[in-house]
């Protein structure tokens, strides 16, 4: 079993910062690309930002310059560190790593619950 556990989401106001964490843990062989979506309310759940094993990163065009997406191999452990947010940026915020679970097995997209993220004054 695979579980991707996020924190660090709430309630903060306009121009404010957070941090997301996300830690994967369980039977895992290997992680490939680590990242984070966003799911506003009548809004199809969109990417935000990802990081590959190598440290390759990218980025929704909306959220370039406010937000870093980082990684720690070592601990299977993703972060999103945004700044400058807008209530623009108020959604729920999911974790996704794509991953193997054993050598023979194919590699497969796993997702966190969602952490809230909600901005306003």
């Known amino acids: 079993q695979v579980r991707l556990v996020e924190s660090g989401g709430g309630l903060v106001q306009p121009g404010g910062s957070l941090r997301l964490s996300c830690a994967a843990s369980?039977?895992?062989?290997?992680?490939?690309?680590m990242g984070w979506y966003r799911q506003a309310p009548g809004k199809q759940r969109e990417l935000v930002a990802r990081?590959?094993?190598?440290?390759?990163?990218n980025y929704a065009d909306s959220v370039k310059g406010r937000f870093t997406v980082s990684r720690d191999n070592a601990k299977n452990t993703v972060y999103l560190q945004m700044n400058s947010l807008t209530p623009e940026d108020t959604a729920v915020y999911y974790c996704?790593?794509?991953?193997?679970?054993?050598?023979?097995?194919?590699?497969?997209?796993?997702w966190g619950q969602g952490t809230q993220v909600a901005v306003s004054s």
């Open positions: 996704n790593a794509n991953l193997k679970v054993a050598s023979w097995a194919t590699t497969r997209d796993y």
């Open positions: 369980g039977s895992i062989f290997r992680i490939d690309a």
């Open positions: 990081i590959t094993s190598g440290g390759r990163t």
